[in-house]
């Protein structure tokens, strides 16, 4: 099954996250024609994880079918297949399936495919998929890294800020009680704080990414509201610990969303490896699928933008690396 094809015929596919159900049925389709078992695991209605292997697995390579919105139809040149998912990870779903068959066709059945849902928006599939089995000793989780292998990444910690106050004339602020004003003195302390660093994942950092309240100028606010969202490199009891600390009268915090940062396993020699600050569903993987590397191609730095596309060059270098690594790993694993 060639690269090309396979995400020419996802990417024109709508899949937002909540709605992969497209992508899981062509894959069904194409991989039980090319002689896969294949296993639907239900994450919710109409959702399903999708896995499919010849014999018993001993490397699974994975990656996600859903994207962010809005989509953007397929496109293509001489160059880049474009598109929303090429890179983010459609593409890199494709480039999976064609490194599996080549190792395939030269004695290598011990490939498993695992398409994951919801990656996009908390990782459900992932978190469904340690009930999926059998499983192997090696996962490769597939995200743009620009065909370099990824040892580690950072997690992700969302702060909700939420502010009460007392409306009232702004002529009189004795009168009332801002919360805007208590909002941002909250932030502003919280944007003061010390972030940990980690030697391999490198520093924290910290994006004020959405904020709101009031309803007029000449009003003083009685609710406003902001999300943070902190890149972590460690555990995260210290970190929501000195947030909590941070609050003033009137100002309440919690933490809905939170991916766990990950460090992998030793690469294998002569691999060129990096570290990468976006979370992905290897940290939930890699706690029952074995030992979990990340690599694939493309850049993040155009993923869920207007611009989204993948270098033909760069798809089928990707398809080379997944098959050495599994060969590499697999070699490593039988020493």
Known sequence: MDAFELTRALVALETPTGSEGPAIEYLDGRLRRAGYRVVRQ??????????????????VFSTHVDTVPPY??????ADAIHGRGSCDAKG???????????LAARGERRIGLLFLVGEENGSDGALAAADLGPRGSFIVNGEPTENRLSVG?????????AAAGRAAHSAYPDEGSS???????????????PLPSDPLLGPSTLNVGLIGGGVAPNVLAAEAS??????TVEP???????????MSPNVSVSFPVELPFHKGGMAPSGWDTTVVSFASDLPFLASSWGEGYQLGPGSIRVAHTDREHIL???LLRGVELYTRLAADLLAHGSA
């Open 153 to 161: 990444q950072k997690g992700t910690l969302r702060v909700d800020l």
């Open 72 to 77: 953007i139809p397929l496109t293509e040149d």
């Open 312 to 314: 033909k060059t760069d």
């Open 92 to 102: 890199l779903a494709a480039a999976m399936i064609e490194a599996a068959e080549r």
């Open 236 to 246: 995260t009891a210290p970190l929501k610990a000195a947030v909590r600390e941070l």
């Open 179 to 193: 919360a805007i004003a208590a909002l941002l003195d909250t932030i502003e302390r919280i944007r003061r704080m």
């Open 42 to 59: 239900a994450v919710s209605p109409g959702r399903d994880n999708l896995y499919a292997y010849r014999d018993t697995p001993a490397l």
């Open 226 to 231: 902001a999300q943070i969202l902190i890149r």
